[in-house]
């Protein structure tokens, strides 16, 4: 709580990392599949008898592995970057959270980036350069470093969601860092690492599949009809293993995160969660259309199968991944880590400590009249100093902006304004003092952080979500302040 609060008005900061992540997972789940596609493609293609067909296929993998290197080395890494800037502003708390537990990881993926993205270079760069069986251990390489990244990358995301029991014991302590390979290998890390090499690998088969759809069939029927197969046989492990892996994943939640799936029947009637359940028939839909396009018009059909198709089919794959990749976001409400901080970045422990001393006592950035406050601040809009410098926000505000602000915007994505209309202000207020009692039988609490914070916090930020359902009639506000001087 001792950072600034990043406002994005309408999207919500959320939604940038969730924008930026989805492009970059798409990308960097491709880049893992693709890296284990082109050696084997390459290994296939050395051992084909046929001279003819075994040039064409390799000079196909030439294209395939240029447009790799650019996708994953520019887009690939652009976007990784953004990551980090995005979770820095957004979660200070967390980001600093994950950090501190796992600098050593981050140290060894960043060596297993360096080896990928260097290897993805070398690989393209010495087609037909090096000794052939070089040039394919060079490929083992990349997919094996891009594996590892994987590897690495998918412990901390599973972390987030279940931190697991030895590291929770340890949390809070100073001593987390002890716990590192528990928190990595947390319990659903497993599940998610097959989960995701299956995405992977399906990943690579649909990329491929545009490759292979450029090719023209009345000229090539022999090496379309080969790739086309050949890729669509990349999608069947997802299809027959994702069921199976899923059920597991979903296993190693925990109980009350589980519930959230269920949610949506017993509460709010358009709430969140039949969007979990709408996220579910969206996978299942897509994927299914998958099965079939791939099936019909690629496997049954190569030589027909051409690039609006193999684009339906990509369009299709990313809905269903980036669906996934939401979902499980959307499963770990209200904690950005499990059982330990909130999505707000309040720590679960500090909550009594915080109800005592007052949300802002430690927020440094609050100034008014030159000194960093919390406690003296007016609350209505257009209020100045009385050195008439407008201050930046009221104390009701930067309490929005800590405590719901990581979930929900004023006027956009989750709009408390429209969420809270036709409230009055004693209205809105039993609300909050609702989330901040955050009773055991509150349906808000399997999604919603308590509202914590003092008396005073509580009637601060309801005077400001008060000001923004209910606005003062134009002028009224003036007069009140005018007439106060
Ligand atoms: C962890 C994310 C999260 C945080 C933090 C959060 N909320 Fe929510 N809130 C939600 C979700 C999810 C919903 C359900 C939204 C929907 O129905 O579309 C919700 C719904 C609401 C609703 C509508 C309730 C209803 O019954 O219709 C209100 C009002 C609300 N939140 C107020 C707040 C306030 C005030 C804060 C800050 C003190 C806050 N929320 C913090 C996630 C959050």
Redesign the pocket.
């Known amino acids: 709580m001792n950072y600034p609060f990043w406002n994005i008005p309408y999207l919500g900061s959320g939604w940038v990392i969730g924008i930026i992540a989805i492009f970059h997972m798409m990308i960097a789940l491709f880049a893992v599949g693709g890296g284990l596609y082109l050696p084997l493609a390459e290994r296939k293609a050395m051992r084909m008898t046929d001279p003819e067909t075994r040039a064409a296929w390799l000079a196909q993998l030439v294209g395939y592995s240029k447009f790799f290197l650019i996708l994953t080395g520019v887009f690939g890494t652009i976007s990784g970057v953004g990551i980090w800037f995005a979770i820095g502003l957004t979660h200070p708390e967390a980001t600093s959270t994950l950090i501190h537990n796992f600098v050593f990881g981050w140290a060894i993926e960043w060596v297993f980036f360096i080896v990928e993205l260097s290897t993805a270079a070398v690989y393209y760069y010495t087609w037909n350069r090096i000794d052939p069986k070089l040039h394919l251990t060079v490929g083992w390489v990349y997919a094996g470093a891009s594996f590892f990244t994987l590897a690495i990358i998918n412990g901390i995301l599973s972390f987030m969601l279940t931190p697991g029991d030895a590291w929770l014991a340890v949390a809070g302590t100073g001593h987390e860092a002890g716990k590192f390979w528990f928190a990595l290998f947390n319990p659903t890390y497993w599940p998610s690492l097959f989960l995701r090499t299956c995405v992977c690998a399906s990943l690579a088969g649909v990329w491929a599949l545009i490759s292979a759809s450029r090719i023209d069939g009345d000229k090539q029927p022999a090496l379309k009809t080969s790739l086309v197969k050949w890729s669509v046989k990349w999608l069947v492990p997802s299809f027959v293993a994702m069921p199976f892996l899923m059920i597991w994943y979903y296993r190693m939640v925990p109980a009350s995160q589980r519930a959230l799936l269920i949610l949506g029947i017993d509460t709010?009637n358009a709430?969140?969660f039949s969007i979990i359940t709408r996220i579910a028939l969206v996978i299942i839909v897509t994927s299914a259309t998958i099965v079939g396009v791939a099936y019909y018009l690629a496997y049954r059909n190569p030589v027909e199968f051409n690039l609006s198709h193999a684009l339906a089919v990509l369009l299709l794959a990313l809905i269903a991944t980036g669906s996934g990749e939401y979902a499980r976001e959307m499963l770990r409400?209200?904690y950005v880590i499990g059982r330990w901080m909130?999505?707000?970045g309040v720590r679960v422990p500090y909550v009594d400590r915080i109800n005592q001393e007052g949300y802002l006592a430690h927020s440094m950035w609050v100034w008014w009249n030159g000194r960093p406050t919390g406690f003296d601040m007016l609350t209505s809009p257009g209020d100045t100093d009385p050195l008439d410098r407008p201050y930046s926000y009221s104390r009701g505000e930067a309490i929005f902006r800590g405590?719901?602000g990581?979930?929900?915007t004023l006027n956009g994505y989750?709009p408390?304004a429209q969420?809270?209309a036709g409230r009055d202000r004693a209205n809105i207020g039993n609300?909050?003092v609702m989330?901040h009692e955050n009773k055991p039988d509150s349906p808000y609490r399997r999604?919603?952080?308590p509202?914590v914070g003092t008396k005073q916090d509580i009637d601060d930020?309801t005077n400001y979500?008060n000001a923004q359902v209910n606005p003062p009639a134009p002028g009224s506000q003036k007069g009140v302040l005018t007439a106060q001087k």
Do not use: D, V
Request: hydrophobic share 45%; glycine share 4%.
């Open positions: 709010i709430g969140t409400k209200p909130y999505s707000n405590e719901c990581s979930c929900h989750r408390l969420l809270l609300f909050i989330l999604f919603m952080p509202m930020l979500l």
